[in-house]
């Protein structure tokens, strides 16, 4: 069930002509599903792609505490494609240094 509502939400994501429209909690959705399907980064990825919409207003610590939340359960994605293992709150605050700048 989580499967198929995943794939349709981001197909939802993908296909629209303006993401800008989309709403904040359709990427939470989205980040949540994949987070219940043990896929951190791409829950952390899903926010990322949401800030980098409109990065000057939805770069926020919230959303750098959803990335850090996400990739602190194991996402192994660095930013450069670089296979790196976030186990620890600090690997994951580099990320997210590397990716916002903070």
């Not at 990825?45 to 939340?69: C, F, S, Y």
């Not at 194991?74 to 690997?91: D, L, Y």
């Amino acid at each position: 069930m989580a499967r198929r509502q995943s794939t349709n939400t981001k197909s939802t994501i993908d296909l629209s002509p303006a993401p800008r429209q989309i709403g904040e909690w359709v990427f939470l959705e989205l980040a949540d599903l994949y987070a219940t399907l043990d896929r951190p980064c791409d829950a952390a990825q899903t926010i990322m792609n949401w800030v980098a919409i409109d990065p000057g207003t939805r770069n926020t610590a919230r959303a750098h505490k959803l990335v850090e939340t996400y990739a602190a359960r194991g996402c192994a994605v660095a930013p450069s494609g670089i296979r790196a293992r976030f186990s620890t709150k600090q690997r994951a605050q580099t990320f997210l240094t590397a990716r916002f700048g903070m």
